[in-house]
Nanobody
Framework: QVQLVESGGGLVQTGGSLRLTCAAS????????MGWYRQAPGKQRELVAS???????NYADSVKGRFTISRDNAKNTMYLQANSLKPEDTAVYYC??????????WGQGTQVTVSS
């Protein structure tokens, strides 16, 4: 029903910035929430940031003040602006969306690598 495709990852130096994009094949207006997760090798996937249909945002403590999540309903797109990147931010970043009745959608992931 809804396909999610991430882009914008890459290799950056410590202190650099990236803007990750999640493009949806259909309308995101009725999605209850969307978010960005990340997973580093050998570690659990963790929630980085989320945004509800009402526009409320939440962030993991590790990225507060550095990352900003946003959504453009007209473009069916979600973004993650990642600033002041650190080596510990290195991971595959995944786009996630939730609709009601409950169902989850996932993208394929985009690699973010931060060099020291």
């Amino acid at each position: 029903q809804v396909q999610l495709v991430e882009s914008g990852g890459g290799l950056v130096q410590t202190g650099g910035s990236l803007r990750l994009t999640c493009a949806a094949s259909g309308s995101i207006f009725r999605l209850k929430a969307m978010g960005w997760y990340r997973q580093a090798p050998g570690k659990q996937r963790e929630l980085v940031a989320s945004i509800t249909s009402d526009g409320d945002t939440n962030y993991a403590d590790s990225v507060k003040g550095r990352f900003t999540i946003s959504r453009d309903n007209a473009k069916n797109t979600m973004y993650l602006q990642a600033n002041s990147l650190k080596p510990e931010d290195t991971a595959v970043y995944y786009c996630n969306a939730i609709r009601l009745p409950y169902y989850e959608y996932w993208g394929q992931g985009t690699q973010v690598t931060v060099s020291s």
